[in-house]
């Protein structure tokens, strides 16, 4: 049966609800592949022109922090996943600590990021303001620093949006101000939160593991 | 564990996807200083890839999706290979011809 609180009047029942958001959210996350896709493209046409600087360049990234930051997002992918289960079933308690427990590895990889920035910014790593590259071609290596640092900026503010929204929604559920079994919401922030993971699936071996055998 | 017993009957088969990540994980980082030329950046991009899949398919849920929702999720992807495809067109041509 449809319940009142959880369904919007413009929407004949609930599953036809669920379906406009996901569908939302889906040709949302087609644009933000488009928005990543435009500096991959830039990633891509400056690898293929100067790819010994490039090697060089991400030789020097910092890939222990880079490779647990992977596992840290792969890992709340899995916590993100357990929460919108647990609505399903209708186990607040489970849904709110699989939320809790998203935000707060969420955090620590930004945590890890901004400390690898500093230690970017210590090795004068930050094209603009402090860069000196004394490994081949340091002007094209520069421009594998741009990329570095927009990329991952722009990653680490979409991960700041999705650790907000997850607390928002992490503080209606607790609060019982949304009908979480009923609604689309906690598919839809899923959904969020996993492009997130997704984008940075890539960022990762584009950033961190090119040059490492040479 | 408290978490352990608060998530009771929910894990399956989010684990296992998980423990596959991870695993593909550690493949990709070992892989990385094996000389290989070229192949390092298939095999590092080609599991990249597929641990993308992993997480589209089983995370969000497209495994039980309807064709719209696959549909929307495939249609930003299509635009990336025109955007890459044009692009690469032309920077791979340069110098072609005589002179």
């Known amino acids: ?214 | 564990m408290r978490a352990i017993g608060a998530f009771h009957g929910l894990w399956w088969p989010g684990i296992l996807v998980w423990v596959t990540l991870m695993a593909l994980l550690g493949l990709t980082w070992g892989l990385a200083y094996v000389p290989m030329g070229v192949f390092n950046t298939v095999v590092s991009m080609g599991i990249g890839t597929l641990k993308a899949l992993l997480v589209a398919l089983f995370f969000m849920h497209l495994k039980e999706s309807g064709p719209v929702l696959r549909l929307a999720a495939c249609a930003g992807l299509v635009w990336l290979a025109v955007l890459f495809a044009f692009t690469f067109a032309d920077y791979l041509s340069r110098g072609w011809g005589p002179g």
């Open chain 1, 1 to 214: 049966m449809s319940d009142p609180q959880a369904l919007a009047e413009q929407f004949d029942d609930l599953g036809q609800q669920r379906h406009a958001a996901e569908l939302g959210m889906w040709i949302f996350l087609a644009t933000e592949a488009l928005f990543f896709g435009g500096l991959l493209l830039g990633y891509a046409v400056y690898r293929h022109l100067y790819p010994e600087a490039w090697f060089a360049a991400a030789r020097e990234t910092e890939i222990l922090i880079g490779t647990a930051n992977t596992a840290i997002l792969l890992t709340s992918s899995l916590t993100m996943w357990l929460a919108v289960r647990a609505g399903e079933e209708g186990r607040r308690d489970a849904v709110t600590l699989a939320l809790g427990l998203t935000a707060t590895l969420g955090a620590f990889f930004l945590g890890l990021k901004a400390y690898e920035y500093y230690l970017d910014w210590d090795n004068s790593l930050v094209p603009g303001l402090r860069f000196a590259f004394e490994k081949a071609d340091p002007e094209h290596a520069e421009i594998f620093y741009y990329l570095y640092f927009f990329l991952t900026g722009v990653h680490a503010v979409h991960l700041t949006v999705a650790i907000t929204a997850v607390l928002v929604v992490l503080f209606l559920v607790r609060t019982g101000r949304l009908a979480y079994q009923q609604s689309a919401t906690l598919t839809v922030l899923g959904l969020y939160w996993h492009l997130v993971d997704v984008v940075w699936i890539f960022l990762y071996p584009l950033i961190y593991l090119p040059g490492r055998s040479q």
